[in-house]
């Protein structure tokens, strides 16, 4: 049984769109992270996301990103202004006790 | 922030042998934990293992924190074992996780 589930699995979106991923967690918890893996590479940190904040991002993070979790449960990642360079793989993952869990990942390509 | 190197890069076994995978990292850690990517591009939790030794079917995995590495061990290699093998170590307790740049494992028949 899946930790937490992510939509859409796959995105196709036109450079300078605004895209929105989302990530629901199976139960309530308070931790969260997203991560992005351009193919062929390794998983990048983004930013992590405690009680409704933002508790530390990355240098990738920059004011075209986003995060929110808008009605308590769904945790959201938005990209205001899509580049090529953000086709990635973009993963959710929760804070269990001592390990991460990961979502299934939702495939960004931005065309 | 902490570096984290895998060996090998890349790795074919036929089916039926055994491997070991290696992962070194630059400080201490609080958080290890081994990735399977399947094919699909799903990560697959291994293994939690901070220390010691554990093991779950045909593979078991060590970290000697002391010494700053973790091995992941494949007995009896499958073809489903194909795909990319990945640590991630997180150096306190409910931060982000850096991930190592993998070993591509291919499993043949």
């Known amino acids: 049984e899946p930790e937490v589930t992510q939509t859409p699995s796959h995105q196709v979106t036109q450079m300078g769109q605004e895209v929105i991923l989302r990530c629901v967690p199976i139960s309530n918890h308070l931790y969260f992270y997203w991560y992005r893996q351009i193919l062929g590479q390794k998983v990048e940190f983004l930013v992590s996301f405690y009680n409704n904040e933002i508790s530390e991002k990355s240098e990738i993070f920059d004011d075209q990103f986003s995060v929110e979790r808008p009605d308590g449960s769904n945790f959201t990642l938005k990209i205001r202004s899509t580049k090529l360079e953000d086709s990635a793989m973009y993963f959710c993952a929760r804070q269990g006790v001592g390990e991460q869990y990961f979502g299934p990942g939702t495939r960004l390509t931005v065309t | 922030g902490i570096q984290v190197e895998q060996s090998p890069p890349d790795l074919i076994l036929q089916e039926g042998a055994n491997s070991t995978l290696r992962c070194n990292f630059s400080d201490s850690v609080n958080n290890l934990q081994w990735f399977h990517q399947n094919p699909w591009g799903q990560l697959i939790n291994l293994f939690y293992?901070?220390?010691g030794t554990k093991q779950n079917g045909r593979l078991s995995a060590t970290t000697v924190a002391t010494e700053r590495y973790s091995l992941l061990y494949i007995s009896s290699s499958q073809t489903t074992d194909s795909g990319v093998y990945f640590c991630?170590?997180?150096?306190?307790?409910?931060?982000?996780?850096?991930f190592g740049t993998g070993t591509k494992l291919q499993v043949i028949p």
């Open positions: 293992i901070p220390s």
């Open positions: 991630a170590v997180a150096v306190g307790g409910y931060q982000k996780v850096t």
